[in-house]
């Protein structure tokens, strides 16, 4: 009876030590394969992925597109510069609508004709007479750049309802053209030269028109370019008159364009 009981206390021992070593051995190699894991490319690749996905979590949708945007913008700018995209050939499926400023773009051989409808003087009048010309020809893109003589002619009485009238126009061309994208250029800034001038006197107040547009396009979804800044750096581009632009500007006005496509 004793010895019955010992042989089944040794089974009883053998087996625990059999259970240990292959828990040890397990230990062991779980210890060996997740070092291995960690040093396999791929494995390194799938880690980096999930720390960058981890990273974007803490970072706001607006700043991850913005960082989107500039990517996107360094690449256009680096394809046009070495001659593999052309930087006109990006309005193909463009219209640009306004007075003599936006007109240039054709008159300097940059933009045929049927990717400009421009014409001296115009306003957001005009740009309400041409809306079904504009719907009919289905552009992808519309680029908007009037109101200079707007603010001559002080339509609206004032910057707010100037941006008022410009709102319900767009909303127009947006209803007759829904698949068309608009985009709102900014009123160009003049001179100090032009400034002087009586006839353009009314364009001192440039800075708060502007203001109320781009407000009145952020409430609406619609895009607006800025084009202040760029006046600014390039100054040297006027004509006489300080109210135009010589061909040497266009280029980077066009650039300023381009690089607000599909953004």
Excluded at 54 to 83: F, M, P, Y
Excluded at 223 to 237: R, V, Y
């Amino acid at each position: 009876m004793d010895r019955k009981i010992n042989r089944r206390s040794g089974g009883m021992d053998r087996k625990k030590i059999a259970v240990a070593v292959i828990a040890a051995a397990a230990v062991v190699f779980a210890a060996i394969l997740q070092r291995s894991l960690r040093n396999h490319p791929q494995t390194q690749a799938v880690a980096q992925g999930t720390a960058y996905l981890q990273q974007l979590e803490t970072r706001s949708i607006d700043t991850i597109n913005q960082d989107v945007i500039s990517v996107r913008k360094k690449a256009r700018s680096e394809a046009i510069a070495s001659g593999k995209l052309s930087l006109w050939a990006q309005f193909d499926t463009s219209l640009l609508f306004g007075d003599s400023r936006i007109a240039a773009f054709e008159e300097f051989g940059f933009l045929s004709e049927d990717k400009v409808m421009a014409h001296n003087g115009w306003t957001i009048n005009n740009l309400k007479k041409n809306e079904d010309q504009i719907a009919s020809k289905g552009p992808e893109n519309l680029f908007i750049g009037v109101g200079s003589n707007d603010m001559q002619s002080n339509l609206g009485n004032g910057a707010d309802g100037y941006a008022a009238e410009y709102l319900d126009v767009l909303k127009e061309i947006q209803a007759k053209a829904p698949n068309t994208k608009i985009y709102v250029i900014s009123i160009m800034p003049v001179n100090d030269k032009a400034l002087s001038e009586t006839q353009y006197r009314a364009l001192e107040n440039v800075d708060s028109y502007n203001a109320a547009i781009q407000k009145m396009c952020g409430e609406n979804g619609i895009s607006f370019i800025d084009m202040t800044d760029l006046c600014k750096e390039h100054a040297d581009l006027y004509e006489p008159d300080g109210v135009h632009f010589v061909k040497d500007f266009y280029p980077l006005w066009g650039q300023m364009l381009a690089d607000s496509l599909a953004l």
